[in-house]
């Protein structure tokens, strides 16, 4: 079965910190680069990351660049969304999905179920 599977939301407080995690099955870990998307109450989908599966070419909004951090561990098919600095605007549903670095900005393909993030006092 293709899928990716994210966990890791929660409530953060603004300037703290938290790590988001995407497990994705073999097939769609061997063959797509992965990254992140997220929606907030109301708005549309926007594009936040994403990360090459053979290299370390990364892409990364505007929005959040600086403040975040997409990493990759092929070995457990997993990819990681470390909020570093997070502000009151990055409160939204995190989804994991495949991704396109050949465009820019990054297409998305196949997502997952998604990861509420609060970023408040």
């Known amino acids: 079965q293709e899928q990716l599977v994210e966990s890791g939301g929660g409530l953060v407080q603004p300037g703290g910190s938290l790590r988001l995690s995407c497990i994705a099955s073999?097939?769609?870990?061997?063959?797509?680069?992965i990254g992140w998307f997220r929606q907030a109450p109301g708005k549309g989908r926007e594009g936040v990351s994403c990360?090459?599966?053979?290299?370390?070419?990364?892409y990364y909004a505007d929005s959040i660049k600086g403040r975040f951090t997409i990493s990759r561990d092929n070995a457990k098919n997993t990819v990681y969304l470390h909020l570093h600095n997070p502000k009151s605007e990055d409160t939204a549903v995190y989804h994991c999905?495949?991704?396109?670095?050949?465009?820019?900005?990054?297409?998305?393909?196949?997502w997952g179920q998604g990861t509420q993030v609060t970023v408040s006092s």
């Open positions: 999905a495949t991704c396109d670095l050949n465009s820019d900005p990054p297409s998305y393909g196949y």
């Open positions: 073999e097939m769609i870990a061997d063959w797509y680069d």
């Open positions: 990360i090459s599966r053979r290299d370390n070419r990364t």
